[in-house]
């Protein structure tokens, strides 16, 4: 399953000459605005405390992501709204939160704001090729271990929670470039979205984190 914010089909097209229609997920409309100590918690449960205890704190608002907590350490938090019933929490270290994660928070904002998929993936692609939005330069980190997810399929479906994982972005890469085989093992590692600019190894963990700090098995 694929878990991470599907953005990165949108990033094709700005290889693209002529304009295409992304076939990402999501799905257009004004989500549910959840209280803000609440949204706080399920962000900070992306991650191990070390890591989010200090990060910056984004929660959705009326238009947009604004700041909630401005933490010290260079990490950021906020919770995906792909879906209008999903919820899905994620930290990033700061190259991830200054590439990565700053494009799917405005991707989720546009369909907030009652955007096609389409015009909200043609914004991102458009941002790449202003300069407003970039691709990491290096490899960069993402953690996606709450146990609170609330997640839906591609096509819709609501999954509830996966497992606990890694996303270390790293664009173009392949698994044939880390010696991997052609068949996913999640005991290993994959990588997903292979040989596109949102590339990314995932890694399997084994315990969940609960929103207030505490870990759980899945």
Known sequence: MRTLS???LALILMTSPAPCQSQ???QRGPRTLLPRDREIA???SAAPAAVSDSATIFVLGELEYVVAVRGTNGNACYVSR????SLEPHCFDAEGAATVMAMAMHRVAKLHQGQSIAEADREVADGIA???FRLPRRPAMSYMMSAAQRLVSDDGRAV???QPHLMIYYPYLTAADLGLGATADLSTAIVVDPGKPLANIMIVLKEFVQ????AASP
Do not use: H, M, N
């Open 6 to 8: 599907l953005i990165s």
């Open 24 to 26: 990402g997920g999501g």
């Open 42 to 44: 399920l962000a900070r």
């Open 82 to 85: 792909d879906w209008l019933e």
């Open 130 to 132: 202003s300069g407003r």
């Open 160 to 162: 509830g929670r996966w």
């Open 211 to 214: 929103p207030g700090g505490a």
